[in-house]
């Protein structure tokens, strides 16, 4: 038999099979998400017959690192390791990071853009997070709202240790202060600020409490011009999630003229923070929103 021919019995027979032994073949043409546990075939006639063109995140299949876009070759034997991403979100507020570390992982998922504050703005918000706080990170049945921990989350469960410290790492510890400082240390005395320099009532604004946290986050913010005299980045000398979490604390003070007495490394930080393309794209997902400050 002429070998075109048998190559395309064998094809046949392949995807006979494949469709009877998967039933999520089917599925996966439907499917937007990130795929888990998959098993990875190098038939590349699946990707004609699916004709599909959603964006598939690989991650380690059979130890292969594969890139978003990578797809098409998919067979997925295991559909319930399908997920789908849920991210709320509001402008400049702190949902930027995991938003951030979503793009800068490459990853799959749903924006929810929300107007702020989101529990006034967004009906039924309260009911997927009481708290009323943005972000809101939805995994299958998992539901996150900090912000920190949502990107510690990612980089650990779906990323790759490009932008993560594994705790194996001699900075780990580092590591994990920085993630955690960027929100108790350095956002916190700024949300504070804000509401009470000019979110509240008039008779309600306490503006000692504002000069009060405004040295507060000013001398709290020399740890960061300190570490940066001897590294572009926070930990590792490498870019991590740690530059995410305080990235986006000094990006909140940039924005809202809090940055006065920012360092010189610090600044310059920030600008190169601010010129990554996953940055970069993650503000162009928020650019329908009114901005909030
Ligand atoms: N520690 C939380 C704080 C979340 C938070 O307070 N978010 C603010 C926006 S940046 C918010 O939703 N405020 C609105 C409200 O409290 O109603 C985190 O890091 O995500």
Redesign the pocket.
């Known amino acids: 038999m002429p070998t075109y021919l048998l190559r395309g019995l064998i094809k046949r027979v392949a995807i006979i099979l494949s469709y009877r032994t998967s039933r999520s073949a089917l599925l996966f043409s439907k499917c937007r998400g990130n795929v888990r546990n998959c098993k990875l075939t190098h038939y590349s006639w699946w990707y004609q017959l699916l004709n599909t063109h959603q964006r598939v995140n690989l991650f380690e299949v059979k130890g292969v690192k594969r890139k978003q876009n990578d797809y098409a070759t998919v067979l997925i034997t295991n559909y319930h390791e399908l997920t789908e991403m849920k991210l709320y979100h509001c402008r400049d507020?702190?949902s930027v990071r995991p938003l951030w570390a979503l793009e800068e992982l490459q990853l799959d998922y749903e924006l929810i853009n929300m107007e702020f504050?989101p529990?006034y703005n967004h009906a039924g918000y309260l009911d997927i997070n009481p708290l009323?706080?943005?972000?809101t990170f939805i995994d299958s049945k998992l539901v996150m709202?900090?912000?920190?921990a949502i990107c510690q989350y990612l980089v650990d469960k779906y990323g790759t240790s490009e932008i993560g410290l594994s705790i194996e790492h001699p900075e780990y510890g580092d590591y994990l202060n920085w993630i955690h400082r960027s929100?108790t240390t350095f956002t916190f005395p700024q949300?504070l600020i804000l509401r009470y320099d000019r979110y509240e009532k008039p008779e309600r604004l306490q503006p000692q409490v504002v000069e009060d946290y405004k040295k507060w986050l000013s001398s709290r913010l020399n740890s960061v011009e300190l570490a940066l005299q001897t590294s572009d980045y926070l930990c590792a000398g490498k870019f991590t999630i740690a530059d995410i979490c305080v990235g986006y604390a000094l990006f909140l003070a940039h924005k809202t003229e809090n940055d006065k007495n920012f360092g010189p490394h610090t600044r310059d930080y920030l600008n190169r923070l601010m010129a990554r393309d996953g940055f970069k794209a993650a503000m162009n997902q928020q650019e329908d929103l009114a901005p909030i400050f």
Request: charged share 30%.
């Open positions: 507020s702190r504050p529990r009323g706080t943005v972000p709202t900090e912000s920190a929100d949300a």
